[in-house]
Structure formats: structure tokens, C-alpha cells
């Protein structure tokens, strides 16, 4: 039986309702939602509106429409990105964001279509609030930045910096992979215009699962982007203007929304609190261990309450990738090691070009593999 710590990555294992509704679709639904009036078209409907109210409710957002569902939140950034930005336009990102949010911004950049600053945060991952405002400039039109870092789960004062957004007509879109489903998000009081989240993470769901929340205000002034089959208006050749057919061409993946939605259940039924409760205590445990352990050095905020429980270290003595080579295969440790997918990142906490390695905490670990892993650590640098 192998521990899992990989869960920033993707959440393992997810609670036992997923796969039973996952397979509950596949087996007695079947048919594609929102395609034909068919008894089985319409049940399958009934679950994709349900998860919709759901993530509508869990996100404290008001417009069922407005919830849009996206394979991933790589998609969902690249959609809202592409289909919002006009030429001439100055966009801030921050160095703790995912290549999700840079790639997209980053080749815009390389177009010329936008002038493109990214804010470069403290070695604790965070983006000053002082530099935010210096760095605005009177074309600046659009602020794209994660909730928290994937690397070592610092989270930014995003409020703050909404507020200066919505004083000055600045667009903000928030990726919330990091922190859907482990800390308590409310779309208004981000002051925000799109919240991009991911299904696999924290929110329990199965991968390919993700999508959007977008507001009246930003959804005026974005095109379509993935345009095709949507089930409605389908004697026109134009993509329908309306929500949320405008940004949903092509079948949903509706076993996986299913599975979503039994993954936002989960969480509601515990409470996120509770969730958060147990990983800032195992965080805290965890992170308490580490630094007791010789050559290892510990990256970012070393309390559980101002950061989400995924945790980078590196060792003196021995290569990151080595370690998690040998934590999988000598004692069955999952972790992820490298850049993961934000390389700035690692250049603001001084680990480029080699990275990190990254336990990502759950709300599936416990006590008993924490420090099962903090034994393995002490006994894998004790011998080199
Ligand atoms: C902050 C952040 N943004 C974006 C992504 C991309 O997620 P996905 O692969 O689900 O699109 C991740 C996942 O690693 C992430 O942690």
C-alpha cells in the first residue's frame, strides 16, 4: 500500500461516492446532456445543472448560468485569457503563478498583442501589495494571479488587490486550483470577475474535469473561444451569445461532472473547515518534523495557518529527485519532485533550476503516515 502525497498535483483517493457516481452515469444515464429530449438526455441534465447550483453555492456566486464547466483549469485560464485580452493591453501576472496562467499570457506577450509585467514575489512566495500598485500603469486592463503557490502554498493577499482592481476597472481572474475545496472562497468578497478552478484537486473530482465563474461585466467584452456543437440554436452556424452555451461547445464530460459533484458533497457534508482543520494540523506536525531533520531546508511560511499544506524541501545531501526516487520505491512514499509547471516560482524561493521536492497533504492522510514519512526521511539522510 503506497502513501499518497501528491495531492496538490491531483487529490488520491477521492471519497467513495465519485467513482460510484462516475460509474452510476456510464452504466444507467448514458446519454450526452443538453443533446435531444430523451428521458436519459434529460436525467443527464438534471446532474450537470445540479453540479452547476452546486458550484455556484460552494463559490457564494449568484448566477447558475454564469458557471461554466471546462475539461481543466488550464483550459479555463486559456479561455477566459484569450477571449477577454485586446490589443494594447497592459496585464499583470505574479512569478508564483502556474505556466497555465504564464504560457497563455506569455505568448500574447511574444505576439505583441500585450505589454505583460510579472510581479516578482518575496522568497516566502508572496506578492507585495506596494509593488502591485507601482507596477499598475493607466492601459493596465486585466490582473491574472493564484489563489495559492502549487510549490509551497503561500496564499496572496488577493482581497487587497481586488479591491484596487475593481477602484480602477481593472479586470481580475483568480485561479483557485490550489484552494477550492480546502479553503472557504467567496466570489464577491475577491473582488474578482472569473474564478478558474480545477475538478481533480481539492475538490475531489475526477481529472478532466475544471470550468469557470465569470461575471456579467467580464463576459460582455469576451468572444466565444471553443466554438462548435453546444445543443441549442443548432440551425445557426454562429455561436450562441448566451451563458453558459457561449463557452461549452462539445459533449461535457458528464460522468466526470457527476463524480464532481459527489466530490463537492463530500466536502459540504464534512464541512471545509473540518477539512482545513485536519490538513493545518498534519501541516503543522509535518512541517515541525522536517526541521528537525539535518540538511533539510524548508521553503515558505512554516505555519499552517497563513499557507495550504503543500510542502517543498530539499536536502543537503542528496539530490531531490533522488530522494523522492528512493521514498517511492524503497518505501512507498508518492511525492512529486522538479519545477512543477512554475518555473518563476522556483526563481522567487531560490530552487531554479532544480526545483523542489513536493509533499502535497490531503484530506485522506493522517498522523500515521506523516510520521511514518518522517522516519523514512531521518532514515534515507541518515544514511548518506
Ligand atoms: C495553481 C495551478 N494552476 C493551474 C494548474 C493546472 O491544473 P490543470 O492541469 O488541472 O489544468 C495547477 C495544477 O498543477 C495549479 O496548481
Request: overall charge neutral.
Amino acid at each position: 500500500m503506497k502513501i499518497y502525497l501528491d495531492n496538490a498535483a491531483t487529490t488520491f483517493p477521492k471519497p467513495p461516492k465519485v467513482y460510484t457516481s462516475m460509474m452510476n452515469y456510464m452504466m444507467n444515464i448514458g446519454s450526452n446532456p443538453g443533446r435531444g429530449a430523451s428521458s436519459t438526455s434529460l436525467a443527464g441534465n438534471r446532474v450537470i445543472l445540479n453540479c452547476r447550483y452546486t458550484l455556484m453555492d460552494f463559490f457564494h456566486f449568484d448566477k447558475v448560468e454564469n458557471v461554466i464547466f471546462t475539461p481543466n483549469v488550464t483550459t479555463s485560464l486559456n479561455t477566459l485569457i484569450k477571449s477577454c485580452v485586446k490589443e494594447g493591453w497592459h496585464v499583470i501576472t505574479s512569478s508564483m503563478d502556474h505556466n497555465a496562467t504564464l504560457r497563455p499570457l506569455g505568448s500574447l506577450h511574444a505576439k505583441g498583442i500585450i505589454d505583460l509585467d510579472i510581479i516578482s514575489c518575496s522568497k516566502k512566495g508572496l506578492i507585495s501589495v506596494d509593488d502591485f500598485i507601482n507596477i499598475l500603469k493607466p492601459n493596465t486592463k486585466l490582473v491574472v494571479l493564484s489563489h495559492a503557490s502549487n510549490i509551497i502554498g503561500s496564499i496572496q493577499p488577493l482581497e487587497s488587490i481586488g479591491k484596487i482592481c475593481k477602484q480602477k476597472g481593472i479586470y481580475f481572474i483568480i485561479d483557485v486550483a490550489q484552494t477550492a475545496g480546502i479553503l472557504p472562497i467567496d466570489f464577491y468578497k475577491l473582488n474578482c470577475n472569473a474564478l478558474a478552478f480545477t475538478g481533480h484537486k481539492s475538490l475531489l473530482g475526477p481529472q478532466g474535469t475544471g470550468g469557470f465563474l465569470i461575471d456579467d461585466k467580464l463576459n460582455k467584452i469576451c468572444s466565444s473561444f471553443i466554438e462548435g456543437g453546444t445543443g441549442s440554436l443548432s440551425s445557426s452556424i454562429v455561436q450562441p451569445t448566451f451563458l453558459p452555451d457561449k463557452f461549452e461547445s462539445g459533449t461535457l464530460n458528464a460522468p466526470g461532472i457527476a463524480g464532481l459533484l459527489a466530490g463537492i458533497n463530500y466536502i459540504n457534508d464534512q464541512g471545509i473547515d473540518s477539512i482545513r482543520e485536519n490538513e493545518e494540523f498534519l501541516c503543522n506536525h509535518f512541517i515541525e518534523g522536517l526541521l528537525n531533520i539535518p540538511s533539510i531546508n524548508v521553503y515558505g511560511d512554516t505555519f499552517a495557518s497563513t499557507r495550504t499544506a503543500t510542502i517543498s524541501i530539499n536536502s543537503t545531501k542528496i539530490d531531490n529527485s533522488e530522494l523522492g526516487f528512493i521514498l517511492d520505491n524503497e518505501y512507498g512514499i508518492i511525492t512529486r519532485t522538479g519545477l512543477h509547471c512554475a518555473p518563476l516560482a522556483h526563481k522567487s524561493i531560490g530552487t531554479y533550476p532544480s526545483g523542489t521536492l513536493r509533499f502535497g497533504i490531503g484530506p485522506f492522510n493522517d498522523i500515521k503516515e506523516i510520521n511514518y514519512t518522517l522516519n523514512s526521511l531521518n532514515s534515507i539522510i541518515g544514511k548518506v
